[in-house]
């Protein structure tokens, strides 16, 4: 009977430890996908800006893409926070770009501060990849790296002619 007992002590332990594993995530992913919502929806309003003000085709382009894609990765941050009964942060509007004016400078200008808000977001990813445990937001950190960093080059190239 104590073999039972020790048995079921040991199966419930294996049970609990299981349980915590098969949440899979820790506090490093629920900030990571907090702040990236923050940063993403802010990238989304820099974007905004320059379908209003930019003056060139690559701005313009740029922004349009940007949008959707950022937008998606806000609904799957979000859906994980929800599912581990986080927080999703409440939008917010940011003055970044606010100072920018239409005209010959918007796009360099644009660039320059986009540029910098996606080497944050890139600096963000890799953070993440050494200190997240969840696997979907792992993935999303690594296509953020690979993706930004695209944009990164695609960027400097356009703002060194």
Same mark, same amino acid.
């Given at each position: ?14 049970? &609990?430890?299981?349980?915590? =594993? ?7 992913? @629920?900030?990571?996908?907090?702040? *990236? +919502?923050? $940063?993403?929806?802010? =990238?989304?309003?820099?974007? /905004?800006?320059?379908? /209003?003000?930019? %003056? ?11 949008? #959707? ?7 799957? *941050? &979000? ?5 581990? &009964?986080?927080? @999703? #942060? ?12 239409? %005209? ?12 910098? $808000?996606? /080497?944050?977001? @890139?600096?963000?990813?890799?953070? +993440? ?15 953020? @790296?690979?993706?930004? =960093? ?12």
């Amino acid at each position: 009977m104590a073999l039972i007992a020790l048995l079921a002590l040991v199966a419930a332990g294996a049970c &609990s430890a299981s349980a915590g =594993t098969q949440a899979g995530y820790n506090q490093a992913d @629920v900030r990571f996908n907090q702040q *990236m +919502i923050t $940063h993403h929806r802010q =990238t989304i309003q820099l974007a /905004e800006l320059a379908s /209003e003000r930019g %003056g060139g085709d690559y701005v313009r382009k740029l922004a349009k893409e940007i949008i #959707p894609k950022e937008q998606a990765d806000i609904q799957k *941050m &979000s859906g994980w926070l929800t599912s581990w &009964s986080e927080a @999703v #942060p409440a939008e917010e509007k940011t003055d970044e770009g606010a100072e920018l004016k239409a %005209g010959d400078g918007f796009d360099r200008g644009w660039l320059t501060l986009l540029k910098g $808000h996606l /080497e944050h977001g @890139v600096h963000m990813a890799k953070e +993440i990849q050494g200190t997240g445990q969840h696997t979907g937001t792992k993935q999303l950190a690594d296509q953020i @790296v690979t993706n930004q =960093t695209e944009e990164l080059t695609a960027i400097g190239k356009q703002l060194a002619i």
